[in-house]
Nanobody, 126 residues
Framework: QVQLAESGGGLVQAGGSLRLSCATS????????MYWFRQAPGKEREFVAA????????YYADSVKGRFTISRDNAKNTVYLQMNSLKPEDTAVYYC???????????????????WGKGTLVTVSS
């Protein structure tokens, strides 16, 4: 289990930007593939983006491709989600999650994650 803490959520107008952060104190942060998921009211949690332990490989849901960018700073034990051109349908609680590469390939399934943060709320007004 890895302790994860998201920050950076808030209220933004459509077309605006936010940058989410997810920090951990674990010394083995650079061993983990890191993920962002989101859950809108009344909907299931869905995959948003993932980044390999090295930061070389990134993966995105089709709904955010070209607008969101996932990155990581292993020296700071932090993963980021830069969100641009936000839409009202991006409104959700955003969660970061961690998974060891040895646990399998990149997955979009929330149940495959090993650790979760508590989430940060992003609200996009129209």
């Amino acid at each position: 289990q890895v302790q994860l803490a998201e920050s950076g959520g808030g209220l933004v107008q459509a077309g605006g930007s936010l940058r989410l952060s997810c920090a951990t104190s674990t010394r083995t942060f650079n061993s983990y593939t890191m993920y962002w998921f989101r859950q809108a009211p009344g909907k299931e949690r869905e995959f948003v983006a993932a980044i390999s332990w090295s930061g070389i490989s990134t993966y995105y849901a089709d709904s955010v491709k070209g607008r969101f960018t996932i990155s990581r700073d292993n020296a700071k034990n932090t993963v980021y989600l830069q969100m641009n051109s936000l839409k009202p349908e991006d409104t959700a609680v955003y969660y970061c999650a961690a998974r060891l590469p040895g646990d399998g390939p990149i997955t979009h399934t929330p149940g495959d994650m090993g650790s979760w943060g508590k989430g940060t709320l992003v609200t996009v007004s129209s």
